[in-house]
């Protein structure tokens, strides 16, 4: 059995018909610092470079680091 785990940058946006529209980044630096991360979101906001099913992107919802785990189980 083997543990792996991966670290994403998760980047959570508010949309034009109010719902929520996430990105995520594998193996962001480990020094990545909150303003960066709202700096990067705003640039995304404001380039208008993301449409969703839910319409371009509009706000700030969330970010952050996200670590997940998993333990093989089954050779």
Do not use: C, H, Y
């Amino acid at each position: 059995m083997a543990d792996t785990s991966s670290t994403v940058l998760r980047l959570v946006f508010g949309t034009e018909n109010g719902k929520t529209a996430s990105m995520e980044f594998n193996n962001p630096k480990a020094t990545v610092t909150q303003a960066e991360v709202q700096a990067l979101m705003n640039l995304i906001i404001t380039k208008n470079v993301v449409n969703t099913k839910n319409g371009v992107l509009t706000t700030i919802a969330d970010g952050g680091i996200v670590t997940r785990s998993f333990t093989d189980l089954v050779p």
